[in-house]
């Protein structure tokens, strides 16, 4: 169901699926041409289904792939570029969240999760320990426990 | 007339799910054995009727019967016979079929699987089994009829999306509901174990090859969905980190910890609390996978909310399972009594680690999935996640796991010794190791990710191959004596074995994508486009048509290393059934694990043709790992200890005690 649904969803978009920068696009620099790409694979497709604009081949992915080439043929640098693109189409642009107040806990929750457990099974852990559970016999123990093993 | 009584069978299946919902409880307070055992042919039953059904919405695609709206909206005469047949369950009413049929599948086989279970356990699985039938039978009949008619039936259908009209639709599609409805199993022991207020290594037993059978159809079942997507989406992406993928990965991650922690229980009677609640959650993944995909709220939280009714249905028996298990779990979980003991450094430690780092895992893909759903429902603000943040927050929790996986696999249980099982793996470590630095070295100025990842999958598989090498030589002296060992080695240990080494298999796969190469050009016949010792030429590029397609289809030359290596047809299909869509069908040829990948992209002025070729090293181990892993699950399951009769019904002694299995 996960990729059928994918799927569908994708193809329910008006656009086909191939891979999308065309020869036409590509800057003649291949060390800024290979910037914007990596630019362009952090930006979202506004009216795709959870793809890039270097992965989507919708119209308006197009241009916004020409925007990130017009940027880097300018001079901007990569933040730059990303600046000027938010700037125009907000945060939702960007697929890897900035890190604010309201995402707080998007970025650190999964740290939290682990370290949580991690305590949980700390503490656990010193519970049985002070309980008796997890310390070896002392010195009585040890000598009854042989006394009923000699008994045997 | 067949779809009446069809949609009849359905109700007729709502009514005895009832029955075989609350008279086996009741047969179980009063002590009623009878009562108690109405469920069984009530459960068998309500596959049969649901079987019925689903062979009847079937017969109506395969004769495409256009006077039932389900079929019209879905289908077209024209289309090839499979998928006909297929399309049965490619839309939203047909899978929710296929759902429940499924649900009823696990069901009857609980009913039949007689010997290994106490009858207690098995009246109240499948009153609680019966539960979530109910329910999804319900949204069926109430929101999704997949038996409506219409009136008048139109002459021809709307034909099924192109982009499903492939064999991944056969294969993916039942596969993942497997997996998927196989864990309402694991839940449905769950909450019976916690109504009955007992649990022990018994039900830690009987549970386990459910748990495994789910597990290995949900790994199959991602795998091939990716590999679906992978080639029929064009552009040779694997794993995208949408939120409908995410839904079956959450599932996977927690019924991953689930397996490893029946084990401790199993062996050592603890863990329970944590056993049932991995239970219960895993279920519930499932459900919100569920809810997320066919309630639209992943489009946008606003479609959602304009056009409720199924997805409010979905909201609501999500709320109820996972609400009512989880209330019974905190009020009936302080009943479960802790049994044994072990040290922190012990195999019993390393899976409890195993699963903190895969509940940390889960818990990262969960907020990941819905955060932003939550966030735009009470903010209005819209954010994306996308793969970068996976990539940040997944992989530092995977990677640790993976790293001690073997050690986990080479200690010993109760007890072990950190420093010995280290100076174990040191061969294991060591071919790892010498296969990073020599790719490392072969490669210099590539990506260091690569070599480092093909190093710890060498790792996985070297050391999960050691470990069994090491029980079964061991101090172990002439071939004889390592043959009988083999033998009386348990098969799980092999399953462990071989599916930790499917993880390797993975690993290694994924690292090598790292080198995966693109090139773009415009081709016209004759062209040549060259990256590595890879080179296609295209021949030429011509229309064809298929039943319900028409295509034009581009043929390139392959040649490998300067030798000819036959040709790779790659299409850019147009289905006239449906609007004039388009499809990409890559051409692919595969060399050993790797491949070389060819899209068509779009058709100039002048009649040349952009054209994408990929080369994709070792890309095939991503997927044939997780076939191993599977595989591994399938051998475990088939151990001798889950064919015995459940412990309460042994018909002789026990032959002293058994060694016992290691996983």
């Not at chain 2, 006077?67 to 049965?88: D, W």
């Not at chain 2, 990073?436 to 590539?446: E, M, Q």
């Not at chain 2, 051409?587 to 040349?608: A, H, K, N």
């Not at chain 2, 892993?629 to 002293?656: C, E, N």
Request: charged share 15%; aromatic share 10%.
């Amino acid at each position: 169901m996960p990729h059928l649904l994918a799927i569908l969803l994708l193809a329910l978009l008006p656009m086909t699926s191939a891979r999308a920068v065309t020869p036409q696009e590509r800057l003649p620099d291949a060390a800024m041409e290979q910037r914007a790409r990596q630019i362009s694979a952090g930006l979202r497709c506004l009216v795709c289904q959870n793809q890039s604009i270097d992965d989507s081949e919708a119209p308006l992915a197009r241009d916004l792939r020409v925007l990130v080439r017009d940027r880097l043929k300018a001079g901007d640098s990569n933040g730059q570029v990303i600046d000027f693109v938010v700037a125009r189409y907000g945060e939702y642009v960007l697929l890897k969240p900035p890190f604010g107040l309201h995402t707080a806990l998007l970025w650190i929750g999964p740290a939290l999760i682990f370290m949580a457990g991690a305590f949980g099974l700390w503490r656990l852990r010193r519970r049985q320990a002070s309980a008796g559970l997890g310390r070896g016999l002392d010195d009585a123990e040890q000598a009854e426990l042989e006394r009923i093993l000699e008994k045997r | 007339m067949l779809a009446e009584t069809a949609h009849f069978a359905l109700a007729i299946a709502l009514g005895l799910s009832l029955v075989q919902m609350v008279i086996p409880v009741w047969g179980v307070r009063r002590n009623d054995v009878a009562l108690a055992r109405v469920g069984e042919p009530a459960a068998i039953a309500v596959f049969i009727l649901l079987a019925f059904a689903f062979g009847v919405l079937m017969h109506a695609y395969a004769v495409s019967d256009f006077s039932i709206r389900n079929v019209a909206e879905n289908s077209h005469s024209a289309k090839p016979f499979i998928y006909k047949l297929t399309g049965t369950w490619g839309n939203h009413e047909g899978s929710m079929l296929l759902w429940v049929l499924i649900l009823a599948l696990f069901g009857a086989l609980v009913a039949f699987s007689r010997k290994s279970l106490p009858d207690r356990l098995r009246a109240g699985t499948l009153a609680a089994q019966a539960s979530v039938t109910v329910a999804f039978l319900l949204f069926i009949l109430f929101t999704s009829n997949p038996f409506d008619r219409l009136n008048p039936a139109p002459p021809e259908g709307n034909d099924l999306n192109p982009i499903l009209q492939d064999l991944g639709l056969a294969i993916h599609p039942p596969l993942l509901y497997i997996g998927y409805v196989g864990f309402s199993i694991t839940y449905a022991f769950a909450v019976a174990a916690l109504i009955d207020g007992r649990i022990d290594a018994v039900w830690a037993r009987a549970v386990r090859p459910w748990t495994l059978c789910a597990w290995l159809f949900l790994t199959l079942g991602i795998s091939m969905g990716s590999y679906w997507a992978y080639y029929e989406l064009g552009w040779g992406g694997w794993w995208f980190w949408d939120p409908v993928e995410n839904a079956s990965l959450m599932p996977w991650l927690a019924g991953t910890a689930l397996i490893h922690s029946t084990i401790v229980m199993e062996k050592r009677d603890a863990l329970k609390v944590w056993t049932i609640l991995l239970a219960i959650l895993t279920f519930s993944l499932s459900l919100l996978g569920t809810f997320l995909v066919r309630s639209g709220v992943l489009t946008s939280v606003h479609t959602f909310a304009t056009d409720p009714s199924r997805g409010l249905f979905i909201l609501v028996i999500l709320m109820v399972f996972i609400g009512g298990s989880l209330a019974l779990f905190a009020w009936r979980a302080p009943l479960l009594r802790q049994g044994g003991l072990f040290a922190p450094v012990s195999r019993e430690g390393a899976l409890v680690v195993n699963n903190l780092f895969l509940a940390a895992a889960c818990g990262a893909v969960f907020i990941g999935t819905l955060y932003p759903l939550a966030l735009e429902g009470l903010t209005g603000a819209k954010i994306s996640v996308g793969p970068p943040f996976f990539n940040a927050t997944f992989l530092p929790l995977l990677v640790p796991l993976l790293l001690l996986l073997p050690f986990g696999q080479s200690m010993a249980w109760k007890r072990g010794d950190l420093l010995g099982t280290a100076q174990r793996l040191a061969a294991a470590v060591g071919v790892g190791l010498v296969a990073a630095v020599t790719i490392l070295a072969l490669t210099r100025g590539g990506p260091v990710a690569a070599p480092l990842g093909i190093g710890l999958g060498v790792f996985l598989v070297a050391s999960a191959f050691w470990d069994l090498g090491e029980r079964i030589v061991g101090r172990a002296s002439g071939l004889g004596a390592i043959w009988s060992r083999a033998a009386g080695l348990p098969r799980s240990a092999y399953g462990t074995a071989l599916a930790h080494a499917g993880v390797g298999v993975t690993v290694i796969g994924i690292a090598a994508t790292a080198w995966a190469t693109e090139d773009i050009a415009i081709m016209k016949p004759g062209d040549r486009l060259e990256r590595g010792g890879s080179a296609i030429v295209m021949q030429q590029v011509f229309p064809r048509t298929g039943p319900n397609y028409r295509e034009l289809v581009g043929r390139f030359t392959v040649e490998i290393d300067g030798r000819p290596r036959g040709t790779i047809d790659s299409m850019k299909r147009t289905f006239i059934t449906r609007n004039n869509m388009q499809t990409t069908e890559a051409g692919i040829r595969t060399f050993g694990f790797s491949q070389l990948y060819v899209s068509l992209g779009e058709i100039q002025p002048d009649g040349s043709v952009g054209v994408r070729m990929y080369t994709k090293p070792l890309m095939l181990l991503i997927w044939l790992g997780s076939v191993i892993m599977a595989l591994g699950g399938a051998l475990s399951i088939t151990d001798r200890r889950f064919r015995v009769a459940a412990p309460a019904r042994a018909r002789q002694p026990a032959p002293g005690p058994t060694p016992q299995p290691a996983e």
